[in-house]
């Protein structure tokens, strides 16, 4: 079952003997419970790898065509796995997606530098970072791109683009998949965004927080709960269980494989 916020802080309120309340701001209790809310939520999210926060996107476009291979992460993206770009031509009669590999910066610098500015097939942009400092990328122009990188964790840099199929790369031919930032809202209506069965875990987590942060003594029987919880948890953090890839640094393994996140 899920719950608004409101309903968690009354449900911990009760637990602690506070007085009850008909909104998370209504004493100052109520709304150090929802801080206490908060932080075992992020908790939660940092320590869980939750299959609920993972998304399907495209990447943002600069839409400068002196700047054709720089492409920026959407900023409601975490993390990213994997990128597909589609290098589809005009003679081509179908898609033509390909996964786009990262290339370490150092590495993607060497290998582009290399490159022969002179060649007709090759040309240069140049960005400033948030420093303000200038740097120069080398790409070519003629085909789709295979690898990029990136030097700030938000823009990526990529090695080509096809310049007789567009002026930049394209945000509708991009495909990533990744992790979005989770938000939280202090807000009465605010749901949580988890499975229904981890609400245990954030309710025990953050009433045995609560007892010890506002009452300065322990909750036996939530932490118990809540250590139950987390191993539930380590079994079930999506409905739909992914079969392990047969890649080099596999990021997607069966859930019934994942270690244990019970406390010691």
Not at 86 to 105: C, G
Not at 111 to 119: H, I, P, R
């Amino acid at each position: 079952m899920k719950y608004t916020l409101l309903e968690i802080v009354q449900d911990i309120l009760s637990s602690t003997d506070g007085d009850e309340v008909n909104s998370i701001n209504d004493t100052t209790e109520s709304q150090q419970i929802v801080t206490i809310v908060k932080t075992v939520y992020d908790d939660i999210l940092s320590r869980s790898d939750l299959a609920v926060f993972k998304t399907l996107f495209n990447l943002v476009a600069s839409g400068d065509a002196l700047k054709p291979v720089l492409m920026t992460k959407p900023l409601n993206i975490n993390d990213i796995y994997w990128i597909k770009y589609n290098r589809f031509k005009p003679s081509d009669t179908s898609p033509a997606w390909a996964e786009i590999k990262f290339m370490p910066l150092d590495q993607f610098i060497h290998m582009t530098q290399q490159m022969n500015v002179v060649e007709s097939n090759v040309d240069s942009m140049t960005i400033t970072s948030i420093d303000g400092f200038t740097i120069t990328f080398n790409y070519r122009n003629d085909i789709g791109p295979t690898y990029y990188t990136s030097f700030d964790d938000n823009t990526l840099i990529f090695d080509a683009f096809d310049n007789t199929v567009d002026s930049t790369l394209q945000t509708v031919k991009t495909l990533g998949y990744g992790s979005k930032i989770a938000t939280f809202v202090a807000s009465d209506t605010f749901v949580p965004v988890l499975q229904p069965a981890q609400f245990a875990l954030l309710l025990n987590e953050a009433k045995s927080l609560a007892w010890v942060e506002l009452k300065q003594t322990p909750h036996a029987k939530a932490e118990q709960t809540a250590r139950r919880n987390w191993s539930h948890l380590a079994k079930s953090r999506q409905n739909i269980p992914n079969l392990e890839n047969n890649i080099d640094t596999p990021r997607y393994i069966a859930f019934d494989k994942l270690p244990s996140f019970g406390r010691k």
